[in-house]
């Protein structure tokens, strides 16, 4: 991976519309719209990825309707009782009709660790990496992406430090987990993540500056 002015979040999926498109918000006076996109994997699995659309490019999508979406990997906070939940969605920059021999599934982002990750084995002592990326966009905005590595990649980022800049490419994927709840009652819910396939440790740009005029 090469890191030349490439935009830090790139997002291409391509599946069946496989829920209801339904109204979202309005947004400086446009309104935006959210459905499901099913993305299948090697495994059969699907992928049930939330996409979120403006109302320019909703006019001809339905549901069951297959499409290939380009965009970014977005968050936000909603509010949820006394706290709040980290919502991620694709936001969907470009819609078109599916193409052939494509990966249906990829990704690539340029962000900062913005907590310590965490790392842990599995009972079948498979190494796993939990990492939160904190990925800046236009306007002074930033999206916070929970990542997920796996083997060499789990072992290169478990001490990676808060700051470190990394560029991972890889898929967006979807998993259900319980959710334990105050009352003592269980609610089945979806969790979004990345899922790193690459990893590669880039230097801040204060450091390249630094480095260069030293160089000088």
């Not at 980290?86 to 990966?103: G, K």
């Not at 599995?122 to 990542?147: G, H, M, Q, W």
């Not at 700051?163 to 991972?168: I, M, P, S, Y």
């Not at 990345?194 to 740009?205: D, H, P, T, W």
Request: charged share 25%; net charge negative.
């Amino acid at each position: 991976m090469k890191n030349n002015d490439k935009a830090t979040n790139t997002v291409f999926l391509q599946g069946r519309i496989g829920s209801p498109i339904e109204y979202s918000h309005d947004l400086y006076g446009e309104r935006f719209y959210e459905f499901k996109l099913d993305v299948p994997r090697l495994s059969e699995h699907l992928d049930e990825i939330p996409v979120t659309v403006s109302e320019s490019l909703v006019q001809e999508l339905a549901e069951n309707m297959q499409v290939a979406v380009v965009g970014q990997f977005r968050s936000f906070n909603r509010p949820d009782g006394e706290r709040s939940r980290l919502i991620l969605s694709v936001f969907a920059r470009e819609i078109t009709p599916p193409q052939n021999d494509v990966n249906p599934n990829s990704a690539e982002l340029i962000g900062y660790i913005c907590k310590p990750p965490i790392y842990r084995t599995t009972p079948f002592n498979r190494e796993i990496c939990d990492v939160l990326l904190a990925v800046n966009r236009a306007y002074s905005k930033s999206d916070y992406i929970p990542c997920i590595a796996w083997g060499k990649n789990a072992r290169l980022i478990k001490n990676a430090p808060v700051g470190q800049k990394l560029e991972v490419s890889g898929r967006i994927q979807s998993r259900q987990y319980t959710k334990r709840m105050d009352d003592g009652s269980a609610e089945i819910r979806t969790a979004y993540e990345f899922s790193i396939g690459a990893v590669e440790f880039l230097r801040k740009e204060s450091e390249v500056a630094s480095t260069s005029d030293e160089e000088g």
